[in-house]
């Protein structure tokens, strides 16, 4: 308890002394009820039906989760589709090939017929959310285990799901909230026919690289293109010619008048994950064993990569999407850590603590409800610490090192189903192996993944100790003498590594026809170990599971004056902020906005990250900006705001008071990266492509002033 208190004491100097009303990602059906006044204190000057309505086209309706990673915005009558670059990568270098190198070039599709399709890519409207805490908690009691908890909220949610989306083409979740204290109903309407309709080269979408990647100043252009098409009824379906393009419920205006420091903003978006709940040993445990885990793997990996994709341009197109994938969190992970330590943010958690700790005393009922909560949290980080560092080697150079493991994993799991293997059930699952394969095959390039193997699996024997790898990794060296001769033998002889090899197991798949496959017993015997050890760390899991239950529910008894909002997990989202300057550090400060100025300032033509396409250097020689420059005569590049997002925001519209879209979110900067576990409130930007610098490169470099014209401009 001293501790507690002195802790308190210590780190109140450094503690903010008000926290400002731009933190939180909020529930859109709560606006109302939460966080309307502020905003309209604020700035906003729309209402609360404009922001979120059921029954009539609102802002939520212009907003998708697009393929369920990102987010885009209609922006358009014609269901076009705003998004970023990097959340249309995959699609841009499905596409691209040599001939025609998307990536490098970029794409526009001058007519609707030129619009490429997309398989397997979805956007989700959402039509209605619904509190569904009562009849879920209802169900629950304070004697059932974590597995009796689980089970009965799965049943629970399975009925409210079928009364939602019966005799309907809706789909729908259940997602829990505040660590299992509360439940929300989310039901979409999703759309399956999404065509690629433009995206600026990669020299503007991805301008910067790895360098920028997480900074402000920042001068990307990071925006591409879709469209959505439905049925001659306008509900969804699968790819068709005779699809038409989208009449959406609402799409966004769209501002020519830009942004001034101070103006209200607020995003619209699909957040995938924050820990703004978790305890200061969680975010000791982060910083010691899991953070420079990833980082030191990915380091490995994106070197490995990089050598094959330097050698050869196909390759280079071909392994683009999985090197940006990589590379984006890796960085994140060195950023975060870094700031964790900078923000200090584990003492501020265990400020925290120590409050809660005081205040649990206080009363007996509070002692009899919460008085083992600190204690759960402590010995459950203390128990799992151990196994931290082999459960991320497992995922991220046993499973997701090379590509090959997981598509393995699920075709064996497939075989694996058919118990009484009957011809109907054969024909089917050997169909859906055959078109599983088709997709892998068409993006695998077998020598870059198998020098990850080699690399990754070697760096994984060596740094986990032996009871936390699995069996066969211990006598790679000792029976192929090496991980190179080991990864060579794999790939030369899996019916996993080879097109025509699988092609042919998979006409008439079996298990037996696997047992002398190397990587198919890789695999399974890396699944019992996991399985092994998660029955092993059943009871730590389960006791911070519900520590964290306890913790989310009594801070927020702790503090009812405090607005908590709950951790992100890929439902919609709103959050609300202002555009404006920050001082990183002493003496330092960064403006609000950047311009194509600062493009050509870092043009460098030798640096793949900073090449500049030379149609762009001449329009900005001839300052040749149309109607999109701002006031001064300059042209906009990319701005910043107090707005609260992390990943899966990427592509959210920046929308302003009136409800204009303003610009494109695509990134956090680098002084606030432990953000996600707790809110900066002086550092936090969000960083956005402005809108006018998307209406520049479509209009005046990529001469597809057609797709404009669709838009509703407000000047």
Sequence with gaps: M??????????ALFLPQSVRADEGMWLPLLIQKLNYQDMRQAGLKLSAKDLYDVNHGSLKDAIVSFGGFCTGEVISSQGLILTNHHCGFDAIQTHSSVEHNYLDDGFWAMTKEQELPNPGLFVAFLVRMEDVSSQINGQLTPAMTEDERKAAIAKASAGIIKNATENTKYNASVESFYHGNAFYLFVYNTYRDVRLVGAPPSSVGKFGGDTDNWMWPRHTGDFSMFRVYADATGQPAEFSKSNQPLTPKKHLPVSLRGVEDGDFTMVFGYPGRTSRYLSSWGVQQAIDKYNPTVVNIRD????????????????????ASNYAQTANYWKYYIGQTEQLKNNKVGEKKAVLEARFAAWVQQDPGRMAKYGNTLQLLAEAYQESDPAIVGDVYVNEAGLRGPSVPVFALMAVRRVEMMKDPKPDEVAAVSEALKEAGTGFFAEFHAPSDQALMAVLWEMWSKNVTSEQIPSFLTLVEKEHGSFEAWAAKVYSTSVFTDKDRYAQWAVNPSDAALSNDLLAQAVKEIMKMRTASAKARKATNDKKALAYRQWSAAVREMMPEKKWAPDANSTMRMSYGHVGSYQPKDGVTFKHYTTLEGVMQKRDNSNPEFVVPEKLKRLYDAKDYGPYANKDGELPVGFISGNDITGGNSGSPVINARGELVGTAFDGNWEAMSGDIFFETQLQRTISCDIRYVLFIIDKY??????????????
Excluded: C, P, R, S
Aim: net charge positive.
């Design 300 to 319: 490995v990996k994106l070197k490995t990569m990089k050598k094959f994709m330097n050698a050869d341009k196909a390759v280079e197109i071909a392994l």
């Design 2 to 11: 001293k501790k507690y208190l002195a802790l308190l004491l210590a780190a």
């Design 702 to 715: 990529a001469g597809a002033g057609h797709l404009v014209q669709e838009m509703t401009l407000v000047k």
